[in-house]
C-alpha cells in the first residue's frame, strides 16, 4: 500500500480582490513528519494554513487534505485536525478549563471524555492551578499554552501551528518543542510556521521558504544550508552607515550588508577575517560561525527572518 | 415546517448537525451570567404592570377579539408577551452575536472544529429561543393565574410565541452579519421603538385610517400580536394561519442568510 501524502497542494492559490496571498504553490507534506514554514512577513504562510485548515476556501489550484477535498469535505477534514492559529481565539466568556472542554464537545466528543481530556491537557500547558480561572487575565504566553493545548482536544493527526512559540518565554519554547516532538514520535503530523531559526531546524524534517506567495526553495534545513549558503559565514560589525563591502567583496563566494554588518559567505572564515585585518579593514567587533537558516532565508528573500 | 428538509438541501460541509454543543456553551456562559438572564424575565412584568395595571384603572373595559368585552389589563397583555419575545430575541441575536462575531472571536474558533456556520447560526438562535421559552412560560403563567386569560387556547400562545421569537432571531442575526460597526445598532434601535408602539400593540388597528393600516399590517409585530390576543382571548381565525406563515418565512429566509452571510464573513 501506498502511503498518501496528508497534504498535497498543486497550484494551490489564494486572492483576496486583486491580490495574490499565496500565488501558485506545490507542497507536499507526508505521515509523520514535521513540515515547517518559513518567510517573511506577508509572505502567505497564514493564508496557506488556513486554507489547509479548511477555514479559507482556495480560490484556485488542488488542494487534498488527509486524501479529501476542503471544498467538499470540510467537517470530516477539521474533525481530524487540531489547529492553533496565529491569533489565540480563546473563548473569554468559560474558564480555562471549560475551554478545553466545550472545544471538545464541538467535535462530538462524550462528556467524560472532555473532561478527562481537559485535565490531562491542563497538565501538558501547566495551567492546572489556573483551571478555573477566567482567560482573559492570563499571560499571553499561558494564552498560547492554552490554544496549544485546545488544539489537542480531538488527538489530531495532523497539528498545524501558525507560529505556536510566538510570545512564549524560552522554557515554555523548549517544553513545547519537548511536547511536539514527542507527538511527532506518536505518528502525528505536524505543519509549523515560525520566524524563528532555531525552532525550524529543531523541529522540522523538511521546510519551504516562502516569499510573495511562492516557494523560493524547499528540503531539510541541512539540505537548504548546503544549496543556498557557504560553510562559514564571517561577520564584520560596523557602526551603522559605515559598513562599506568593497574591500572584503573579493574574500568569499557572496557578500550581504545589513544595517549594522557585513556578511562574507566562505568556506573559511578565519582566513577570511585575517585577509581583512591584512587590508586594514577595521570592523567594531568580528565573528566567524557557521551558516544557519537564517543565511539561507537572507540569501532567497534578500531579508532578516524576525523584522 | 419540515425543518428536516430545508437542512437537507444546504450545500455540505456548512452544517455538521451539532448545534447542540454551540448551545451547551450559551448555557455554560448565561449560568454565570444568570443576573442578566433574571432582569430579562422581569422586564415583561414591569411593562405589564405599568401599562395594563395601571392604565387599566382609566381605561376600564374595551372590545377584544371577536367582539368580546376585556379588561384593558388582559388586552394589552398578550401583546406585552409577543413584544418581549421580539425584544429578547432581537437583542440576543445582534448586540450579542455582534460582539462574539466581531471582538470576541467566537465563532472564529468553533469554525476550525467539525461546526459549520449554519451550526452556529442555528445554536445560536436555539438558545434565544430556550430563554425566551423560559421568560414565556413565566409570563403565560402570571397572567393566567391572575386572570387575564380567558381561554384554554392560551396554551398554544407558548409555542407559537416561540415561532415569533425564532423569526425575530434568524432575521435580527441575518440583519446582524451586515453590520460594520456598533452605530449600525442606532438603526436596530429605530426599527423596534416604533414597531413596538405602533402594532396595535397597546389599541386596535382599526384607530389608524385605512391606508395606515395597511403599513401596520407590514409590521412583523402586528401578526404576533394579534395571534397572541386570539389564542388568550380564545378566538380563533383562519386569519391566524396567514399570521403564522408570516413568521415561518421570516424564520427560514433568516436562518438562511444568517448560516450564509457567517460562512462568507468567517471562512474568508
Ligand atoms: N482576509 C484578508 N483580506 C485581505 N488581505 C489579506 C487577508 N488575509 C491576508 N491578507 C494579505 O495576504 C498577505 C499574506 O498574509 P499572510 O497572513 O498569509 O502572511 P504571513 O506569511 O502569515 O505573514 P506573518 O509572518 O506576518 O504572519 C498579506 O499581504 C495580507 O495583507
Ligand atoms: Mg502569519
Redesign the pocket.
Not at chain 1, 42 to 48: E, L, P, R, V, Y
Given at each position: 500500500m501506498s502511503v498518501d501524502p496528508l497534504v498535497l497542494a498543486e497550484g494551490l492559490t489564494?486572492r483576496?480582490?486583486d491580490?495574490e496571498?499565496?500565488a501558485g504553490i506545490d507542497i507536499e507534506v507526508r505521515k509523520g513528519e514535521a513540515f515547517g514554514?518559513l518567510?517573511?512577513?506577508?509572505?502567505?504562510?497564514?493564508?496557506?494554513?488556513?486554507m489547509v485548515a479548511c477555514v479559507s476556501p482556495r480560490s484556485g489550484g488542488e488542494l487534498r487534505v488527509l486524501g479529501m477535498d476542503p471544498t467538499v469535505e470540510g467537517p470530516k477534514i477539521r474533525a481530524r485536525l487540531g489547529v492553533v492559529p496565529?491569533q489565540d481565539n480563546l473563548d473569554n466568556e468559560l474558564t480555562v478549563r471549560q475551554n478545553l472542554q466545550v472545544y471538545g464537545r464541538y467535535f462530538g466528543l462524550s462528556r467524560k471524555h472532555v473532561r478527562d481530556k481537559a485535565a490531562e491537557l491542563l497538565e501538558f500547558a501547566q495551567l492546572a492551578d489556573r483551571a478555573d480561572d477566567e482567560v482573559e487575565p492570563l499571560s499571553g504566553g499561558m494564552k498560547r499554552r492554552l490554544t496549544i493545548a485546545r488544539s489537542l482536544v480531538n488527538d489530531p493527526e495532523l497539528l498545524l501551528l501558525?507560529?505556536p512559540t510566538t510570545g512564549l518565554d524560552p522554557q515554555a519554547r523548549h517544553l513545547l518543542w519537548d511536547r511536539l516532538f514527542r507527538l511527532k514520535q506518536q505518528g502525528v503530523t505536524l505543519i509549523v510556521?515560525t520566524?524563528y531559526m532555531d525552532e525550524a531546524e529543531q523541529l522540522c524534517d523538511r521546510l519551504v521558504v516562502?516569499d510573495k506567495?511562492r516557494i523560493a526553495a524547499e528540503g531539510s534545513p541541512s539540505q537548504l544550508i548546503d544549496r543556498y549558503s557557504t560553510k562559514e559565514v564571517l561577520e564584520l560589525r560596523f557602526p551603522p552607515g559605515e559598513q562599506d563591502p568593497e574591500p572584503v567583496r573579493d574574500l568569499g563566494e557572496r557578500v550581504e550588508v545589513l544595517p549594522d554588518r557585513v556578511l562574507v559567505y566562505t568556506t573559511d572564515g578565519e582566513a577570511a577575517l585575517a585577509a581583512a585585518h591584512t587590508r586594514g579593514v577595521t570592523p567594531v567587533s568580528s565573528l566567524v560561525r557557521r551558516s544557519t537558516l537564517e543565511d539561507v532565508f537572507l540569501r532567497l528573500t534578500g531579508r532578516t527572518l524576525v523584522d | 415546517m419540515s425543518v428536516g428538509l430545508v437542512w437537507r438541501v444546504l450545500p455540505p460541509g456548512l452544517y455538521a448537525r451539532r448545534a447542540r454543543a454551540v448551545i451547551e456553551r450559551s448555557y455554560l456562559v448565561n449560568r454565570r451570567a444568570w443576573m442578566t438572564v433574571l432582569s430579562g424575565f422581569f422586564e415583561s412584568f414591569f411593562y405589564l404592570f405599568a401599562m395594563g395595571i395601571g392604565f387599566s384603572r382609566l381605561i376600564g373595559d374595551v372590545v377584544g377579539p371577536g367582539g368580546q368585552t376585556m379588561s384593558y389589563a388582559a388586552y394589552v397583555a398578550p401583546a406585552l408577551l409577543a413584544a418581549s419575545a421580539m425584544n429578547g430575541a432581537v437583542y440576543d441575536s445582534t448586540f450579542n452575536i455582534f460582539f462574539k462575531l466581531k471582538y470576541a472571536k467566537v465563532y472564529d474558533g468553533m469554525l476550525a472544529t467539525p461546526l459549520g456556520p449554519f451550526d452556529v447560526a442555528i445554536g445560536e438562535v436555539s438558545w434565544a429561543l430556550i430563554r425566551g421559552a423560559i421568560y414565556a412560560t413565566g409570563f403565560l403563567t402570571v397572567i393566567s393565574v391572575v386572570g387575564l386569560t380567558s381561554s384554554p387556547w392560551t396554551i398554544l400562545a407558548l409555542p407559537v410565541v416561540l415561532l415569533v421569537a425564532l423569526a425575530f432571531a434568524a432575521v435580527g442575526m441575518a440583519c446582524t452579519t451586515f453590520m460594520r460597526s456598533w452605530q449600525d445598532f442606532d438603526l436596530v434601535q429605530l426599527a423596534l421603538l416604533p414597531m413596538f408602539l405602533f402594532s396595535a400593540t397597546f389599541y386596535p388597528l382599526s384607530v389608524y385610517p385605512e391606508g395606515l393600516q395597511w403599513i401596520v399590517r407590514l409590521s412583523p409585530l402586528y401578526h404576533a400580536v394579534e395571534l397572541m390576543r386570539g389564542l388568550t382571548a380564545g378566538v380563533l381565525e383562519w386569519a391566524m394561519l396567514g399570521h403564522l406563515a408570516y413568521f415561518v418565512v421570516m424564520a427560514v429566509v433568516g436562518l438562511l442568510v444568517a448560516g450564509r452571510r457567517l460562512g462568507k464573513l468567517l471562512l474568508?
Open positions: 489564494k483576496f480582490g491580490f496571498a499565496v514554514f518567510g517573511p512577513n506577508g509572505a502567505g504562510k497564514s493564508s496557506t494554513m488556513r496565529q501558525d507560529e510556521t520566524h516562502m506567495g | 474568508s
